[in-house]
């Protein structure tokens, strides 16, 4: 494992929140939220060590309690994006199956997490307030039933 970092692939607590977050707010939310995380995800789980695509899916999956598993149609995309930026490389493996890749980052790749996780913590943090200012904003007049 890189950084020194325990195993990150079992829930944490600010895995659950996570999850209730993404099982509140409904598919349109989570899509775009999950859109905006799944870059910093599959580099974070690369982080911990080589993974073949379908395992970052699953291991998403378990992250968030099942309430986000993201497509294959976005995860390979990202995958070959981080390759051709030199972030992660990918090896294929053959062997009584079908070929897989295997992926893994790169120096590159490891020092882009970082920036990576600073620029999400940030674009979070304004969703985050712009959420509040909406719920203030449409809570103002409701009467309890």
């Not at 309430?67 to 976005?74: D, I, L, Q």
């Not at 620029?119 to 009467?143: C, D």
Request: aromatic share 6%.
């Amino acid at each position: 494992m890189a950084h020194n970092q325990p195993n990150k692939t079992h829930a944490t607590h600010d895995d659950h929140d996570l999850s209730s977050l993404l099982a509140k707010v409904g598919p349109p939310m989570v899509e775009g939220l999950a859109k905006g995380i799944l870059p910093w995800y599959i580099m974070h789980l690369l982080d911990e060590h080589p993974l073949y695509g379908n395992e970052i899916i699953r291991h998403i999956g378990e992250v968030t309690g099942g309430t986000w598993k993201p497509s294959p149609g976005s995860v390979y995309p990202l995958l070959h994006h981080f390759e051709k930026e030199d972030l992660i490389i990918g090896d294929w493996e053959r062997g009584k199956a079908a070929p897989k890749r295997r992926y893994q980052l790169t120096d590159k790749g490891k020092a882009a997490i970082p920036v990576m996780q600073r620029e999400l913590v940030e674009r979070l943090s304004h969703a985050k307030h712009l959420i509040e200012h909406h719920i203030t904003f449409l809570s103002q007049g409701l009467v309890d039933e």
